[in-house]
């Protein structure tokens, strides 16, 4: 560990005097390609420290990421970070690609039905008492204080949304990462993923109630059909690029890693502009694959093990750099409480409503659920584009309470994890 | 959505390149384009903002930190081709022999065009002299693939294919050498602050290539041992760009330091790399064609005295290394006709003029370089054709003699 420190202390003096030498020029050119390189070299070794210091390599790389970052060093300029949207998508498509390769329909079937009822309950609960609290503390929040009541309860509903979604993307990273197997991850994975896609239902809901309160009018037919195309245009598209994998595996059999890295930008770029969810396209073709040849799915674990470290470390250390730190400060005691009702809520639920026969998931799934980040960015920015008005306020709070989660979510689900025994490595080579 | 267009255009015209449509027999220079990646280039032409407009001018500036990072790779796997114990092997007629035609297809391109670049161009001479000089360049470049493509096939020698090989590898010295200058005389008002300029680029990357050297020494994990060679790449092609100094350059410093300090994980640096090789070649080619001005006629006026007078240059310039490099190193009969090919460092070195010399002689110089080293290509395979004779006899251990002397 301690020449991992040495290695993060003596990159972070390049940049250092990086960003130093650009004071000497007048106009600084593309600052991307510097961010790609700083934040992939720092948070590898940012996760050798901190899987040192007993915690996840993911939180390493968030920290990192933080540290050298527009908001705290400042090392890496904000356009920098910005300009790395592309890794995320691209991240995102791979990790939901493993996680689809994961599912398999023995295990749907297993626990399929019980994982649907526990996500209901947790996510309602969860929703319910975040609708409140929103609701509650209007007067607080400078963007909702001159609304209506029920423009008011239209965006508490939008808020508590979005506040409730999980991260499927950590929560499969550290899996990888710990080389977790058992009936405890299988269902801390599933419950992630399938509440993801209540939320992604939920929030076009609440969308569309939300413009109709603000005027916009009630398109019911229209809200029911975009939401149908999100989720079952992604996984027609998912079933395609599944076939797609198959005939390249089968007929080319060279470059898998850079074939699938390929395929993943593909679908999370051509995903995006066709209003489909990348994390649902790639779900799909993963779990079609795993299940109609499992050879295959197999090659494809390992193959994103080989390509998926440096995806994985960029992403989660861009990731760390675009938490906003200053948007604590403004809208920081609002945004911690509902981080901690919100916390509350889900170990409320877990210890109530999990199955009993299990003993580990009323007492450990709770950790596994706390995280937030890919998903959650994602639709804090659809609030802020599709409601121009109060929308960038709202990302604000949102970003704040991803803040919160992301530096503790990964040590909980970690902890979750371990507790649960079902940890079968310290590390898997070449993962998060 | 730039981005995925580039993807797509390249996987279909990688899945096209390595197809049967493209059959030596029926259509041998296409097949010779593709293989050289070239093929990319002209698709690149196509699919730009003056001609088909699929991408905007928008669109590749979106792309330039892609380009950065090309170039910083290109830089860093040359630079690691820099074997300090081999290159203190070969003796000084080599040297001199390479210096001799890179020079002679420099001087010719170089010196006449530089009047009627200075004539249409309005700029200064000081700008039109750095334009010229990186015109002479890129002529001044070769590429040694036909050479070795014939040698593995037994159509050559291997000595004499080896021997031509080596003497377009000391080319790029050349190229390098006045990009550096051209830089120095165009990057900048004042030629101190372009030497400034430059030298800020070389002792970035020699500090990336330390610190890469150092990152990567006790690295055992592939996944890690790759991770930190794409990081150390996008770093230093990253800062180049950002420092707005040549990426290039930079990133030849830093594979060159890399090679001197890195020790027994150069190797494994470089095999990592040798896996982004081709794909970061393809993509930078691509979108070097994209940023052609194919409406330029003052451009398409400049390109027949640039393939006229480099081909010139290195045909003379053939004879003169034969005569200087004596006995000292095998080479084919007509040097100089094995020498025309270009390569892909001319596009290297003008897409870095580009980038950082703005304006529109630059935009020119890219435009002539590109459409000459398509034509050039073209005219390389018939050309090669007048070195290959008859094979000779050699015992292996007698050409791995030649070639180590």
Known sequence: MKGAVIRLLLLMGLLAVISRAQVLRADAGTPVTLAAGALLLCGLFAGKVAKGLGLPRLTGYLLVGVAVGPYALGFIPNAGVKGLELVKGLAVSLIALVAGTELRLGLIRRVGARVAILCAGVCGLTFLACFGATFAVKPLLPFMASMTVPQALAVSALVSTVVVSFSPTVTIAIVQETSARGTFTEFLMALVIIGDLFVMVAFALAAGVTKASFGGGLDVTGLLGSVGWELFGSVAVGCVLAMVVLVYMRGVKRELPLFLVGLSFAAAEGGARLHLSPLLVSLAAGALIANLDEKAGERIHHAIQQAGLPVFALFFAAAGAGLKLDALVTVGPVAMLLVALRGVAIWFSCKRLAPADDPRLKEYLWMGLISQAGVTFGLAALVSRTFPTFGPQVEVLIVAMITAHELVGPVLTRRALAASGEVRADEAAGTA | ?405
């Open chain 2, 1 to 405: 959505m730039q981005a995925l267009l580039v993807l797509l255009s390249i996987a279909a015209l990688s899945l096209l390149a390595s197809s049967r449509a493209l059959d030596p027999g029926r259509f041998p220079a296409l097949a010779r384009l593709a293989a050289s990646g070239f093929l990319f280039l002209i698709f690149g032409v196509l699919m730009g903002p003056s001609v088909a407009g699929l991408l905007s001018t928008r669109n590749l500036d979106g792309l330039r930190p892609v380009v950065a990072l090309c170039l910083g790779a290109s830089g860093v796997i040359l630079g690691l081709n820099l074997e300090p114990r081999l290159l203190r092997l070969l003796p000084r007629p080599v040297y001199s022999a390479a210096l001799a035609h890179a020079g002679t297809a420099f001087l010719f391109v170089a010196v006449p065009l530089v009047a009627p670049i200075l004539l249409t161009s309005g700029l200064s001479p000081q700008a039109a002299v750095g334009a010229a000089a990186l015109l002479g360049a890129a002529a001044s470049l070769s590429s040694g693939h036909f050479a070795v493509l014939a040698y593995r096939s037994g159509r050559m020698d291997r000595a004499r294919g080896l021997g031509v090989a080596l003497l377009t590898m000391l080319d790029d010295a050349v190229g390098l050498g006045v990009l550096a200058l051209a830089l120095v005389l165009g990057a900048s008002t004042q030629v101190g602050e372009g030497l400034g300029l430059v030298c800020l680029a070389l002792l970035l990357g020699v500090m990336c290539g330390a610190l890469l050297a150092f990152l990567t020494h006790s690295l055992k994990d592939l996944a890690e041992l790759t991770t930190v060679t794409l990081g150390g790449v996008a770093l230093v092609g990253g800062a180049a760009a950002y420092l707005r100094v040549s990426a290039l350059l930079a990133g030849v410093a830093c594979g060159a330091t890399l090679a001197l300090v890195g020790g027994r994980t150069v190797e494994r640096v470089a095999r990592a790399l040798g896996r982004v090789e081709r794909p970061a070649f393809l993509v930078l080619v691509f979108l070097v064609g994209c940023g052609v001005h194919a409406r330029d006629w003052g451009a398409w006026a400049l390109v027949p005295g640039f393939v006229g007078l480099r081909f010139l240059g290195k045909v003379l310039g053939g004879k003169l290394a034969q005569r200087l490099v004596g006995s000292a190193l095998e080479l084919p009969p007509r040097l100089g006709y094995a020498l025309i090919a270009q390569g892909g460092l001319a596009l290297c070195l003008v897409a870095e003029y580009g980038m950082l010399v703005p304006g529109g002689l630059s935009q020119r110089v890219l435009d002539v370089v590109v459409v000459g080293a398509v034509l050039n290509e073209l005219l390389a395979g018939p050309a090669f054709r007048q070195v290959l004779g008859p094979p000779r006899a050699a015992t292996p251990a007698r050409q791995d003699l030649e070639v180590a002397a």
